[in-house]
């Protein structure tokens, strides 16, 4: 049995020598990782770990609950499509769910996707199965519904089932008609991938730095972030096209084939890729990947694989889909595309919360069409278990975005010159000392707001679109602002209303610009708890766990008291924070850690002077099972496990995949496993399905 190993460093094959336990907490922190990526890529629109990382994230976890099945939970990310819409939105629920497609990695896995066909529909051999090989576009999908001829919604994918209505939005792109032909079905929803172009990607990154505005890690997010867009007038200045390639509801059939939809497609109007080819093999559909991956740098609009789709409407449908992928399709992604570059320099670069980032500075080199001349190195450890040095050649790759990743040096090709770099104990900003906590691979300043560097992050983020969302007060003004000595902590921003009139004389400000900026920050004054919490940029809390914060201790105060009573862990105050749900010990250090710093007091009384906090007020359901914790197990015969799932949560309940003390019902159906033992073991309520049909009505 293979002993414990953190899953970095886990290969495929050794999971089902793994223990039970072993793979259990595997599995846990593979999976909150994927969570944590889903909100960084679909909700913030700022990837942090390549697609190839993601995705390696994602078959570990398939892998796991394929050889441990009692692990599987309906929580699953992996039966997740997309991430959560964000609340910024109106949702649509969509009229059929918009599916994801499952990948394949290598030419080898074509023929058994053949097979694997053949043998579903039972083909007598030697059927030929004709399929249409498509660029798989790197944008988001997007649903348009027309009625009655007439663009009436456009939703992003959410989550598969729900999407956010970013109809006006999509208004904007020209290339998308707002009228169908008189000949298109009443109801008729086109699919499709919206996307902006490379070369207008890194024109809107170079804009928004000049601005101080948000730069986009790649063409993708460039289009996610462009679309949703609060106040569409910003999304009509981004170039946006858009690729149809599917239909949702239709109240009529308009072809019995897939390439026949694709030319009504374009008779409608709508742009279909110029690639897309047909095909009858298992050969045809590798020469046809070879022809598009050979094109890929030239092309103006990114891609990160092809699909290859069964042409035939009625095999589709007997193929269906299995778990939020169908059958009839399939990514065949491209792999990473690498180049040899060398490093010039290591610089350290502080990010918000102190962290001290090695980034290595690149003779400028050209991978899959983009120009990289930095890389991160992540930490001190990564640099020594790669043995990168400053002067060494090494081997650089970007998997289907544009964050580059150095893969390996190569010490054959040294000559001696090269230094081996030595990470800094002292934060290069400020001077305070850098530290490691225990079991942690970064190293962190401890200046806190007294350290510029984190001051000025902190402040960005102390803005940022979450917490205060002031307008006008972008990097580049708080940059400035803290040159001319305005600005170092967040209680100077409500300060500078008494400067207005040195900052209308600034450059490229005006009185005009001054009033609005001074306006906006005036406006924040009374502002919700939760996002005030969320600006304070303590680790691990985010916005979801802010708002938890804010229902919970309704004041600031109160939750710094709580904090600071917590040291001791044996003081009740340690216990009421972890009972809070979704907080275990880990995000509890970090709160204790941030409000007991004497620094964060003083930052937060002043904050004080100037902010009233506002407490959120909690949604009261008057239902039997509001606040209660809810397990379903085995098979439900009069609902979905989705929809008892949905239908609970609606009602105010939480829905989670494992048994614990915690869980105030157990809803156990046909043929339900272990998880009723333990639930009777702990002395948790099970009840039928029926009793709970009853406790619901
Ligand atoms: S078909 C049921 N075709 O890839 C199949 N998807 O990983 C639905 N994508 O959500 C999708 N190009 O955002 C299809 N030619 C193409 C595509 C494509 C890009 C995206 C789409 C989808 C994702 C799945």
Redesign the pocket.
């Known amino acids: 049995m293979a002993s414990y190993q953190p899953f970095r460093e886990l290969s495929i094959n050794e999971i089902s020598s793994l223990s039970i336990e072993n793979a259990k907490s595997i599995l846990i922190e593979v999976n909150q990782l994927i969570y944590q990526h889903d909100i960084a890529y679909h909700q913030k629109d700022t990837p942090v770990i390549s697609d190839a990382e993601y995705d390696r994230l994602v078959q570990l976890s398939l892998a796991i609950e394929n050889a441990f099945p009692e692990l599987a939970s309906q929580n699953s990310p992996t039966l997740r499509v997309g991430s959560i819409p964000s609340d910024q939105f109106e949702k649509i629920t969509h009229a059929r769910p ?4 499952s990948n394949i990695f290598n030419k080898e896995e074509v023929p058994a996707f053949i097979q694997r066909i053949n043998r579903f529909l039972n083909l007598p051999a030697e059927t030929e199965i004709t399929f249409i090989v ?8 997007i649903c348009l519904r027309y009625e009655n001829g007439k663009l009436s919604t456009a939703a992003t ?1 959410g989550d598969g089932t729900t999407g956010e209505d970013v109809t006006k939005n999509i208004r904007t792109i020209s290339s998308i008609p707002n009228f169908l032909p008189k000949n298109a079905p009443n109801i008729c929803e086109i ?1 499709g ?1 919206v996307y902006m172009k490379k070369i207008d990607f890194l024109s809107l990154n170079k804009a928004q730095e000049q601005v101080g505005g948000k730069k986009f890690a790649n063409p993708r997010n460039a289009a996610a972030g462009s679309l949703r867009q609060k106040d569409s007038s910003i999304t009509a200045q981004r170039p946006l096209h858009f ?1 149809a ?2 239909l949702g509801e239709t109240s009529k059939l308009i072809s019995e084939t897939h390439s026949g939809i694709l030319s009504r497609l374009t008779d409608f109007g709508f742009s279909v ?1 110029s690639l897309i080819t047909k095909c009858n093999s298992a050969n045809s559909l590798i020469t046809a990947y070879d022809k598009i991956s050979a094109t890929r740098s030239e092309l103006e609009y990114d891609i990160d694989g092809v ?1 290859y ?1 069964i042409d035939r409407l009625d095999w589709q449908d007997r193929l269906g889909q299995v778990s939020r ?2 059958r009839w ?1 399939v ?1 065949h992604k491209f792999p990473a595309e690498q180049a040899e570059t060398r490093i010039l320099e290591i610089d350290i670069q502080i990010g918000r919360t102190g962290a001290l980032t090695p980034v290595a500075r690149l003779q400028p080199i050209t991978v899959g069409g983009v120009v990289v001349s930095n890389a991160t190195l992540h930490n001190e450890d990564e640099i020594r278990r790669k043995d990168i040095r400053i002067g060494d050649k090494v081997i650089l790759q970007r998997a289907g975005d544009v964050i580059p990743q150095i893969v390996a040096s190569m010490p054959e090709k040294r000559d001696g010159s090269e230094t081996i770099f030595s990470f800094p104990v002292e934060c290069p900003a400020c001077g305070n000392p850098a530290m490691r906590s225990n079991g942690e691979a970064v190293r962190r300043c401890t200046g806190g707001f007294l350290c510029d560097a984190q001051s000025i992050e902190r402040l960005i983020h102390f803005v940022s679109r979450d917490a205060f969302d002031i307008a006008g007060l972008g990097s580049k003004q708080i940059i400035l602002f803290n040159k001319l000595g305005w600005l170092k902590y967040p209680s100077d921003i409500f300060l500078l209303p008494d400067k207005m009139d040195e900052i209308a004389l600034l450059d490229r400000m005006g009185l005009k610009s001054a009033k609005n900026l001074i306006n906006a920050i005036d406006a924040r004054k009374k502002i919700g708890l939760e996002r005030v919490i969320f600006a304070l940029g303590i680790r691990q809390i985010g916005i979801s766990t802010a708002k938890l914060l804010a229902e919970t201790f309704e004041t600031l105060p109160k939750l710094q008291q709580v904090c600071i009573a917590a040291q001791d862990k044996n003081h009740p105050a340690y216990q009421e924070l972890i009972d809070i749900d979704q907080i275990g010990e880990s995000i509890a250090n970090d709160l204790i850690m941030f409000f007991s710093e004497k620094k964060n007091q003083q930052l937060i009384s002043l904050l004080l002077e100037n902010v009233t906090p506002v407490t959120p007020i909690k949604a009261q359901l008057d239902s039997p099972i509001a606040g209660k914790i809810v397990v379903f197990t085995g098979t439900l015969s009069q609902l979905s496990r989705a929809e008892a799932k949905a239908q609970a949560e609606r009602m105010g309940a939480k829905v989670t995949g494992s048994v614990s003390q915690k869980t105030d019902y157990l809803i156990s159906g046909a043929n339900s496993g272990n998880k009723s033992q333990i639930a009777s073991k702990l002395g948790v309520t099970i009840l039928s399905e029926d009793e709970w049909i009853t406790l619901l009505s």
Request: glycine share 4%; hydrophobic share 45%.
């Open positions: 918009m599916l994801s497609l498509e660029p798989k576009i790197d944008g988001l999908s994918r699919r991938e690729f390639y599917a890729n699909v789709k992928a169908p399709a990514a």
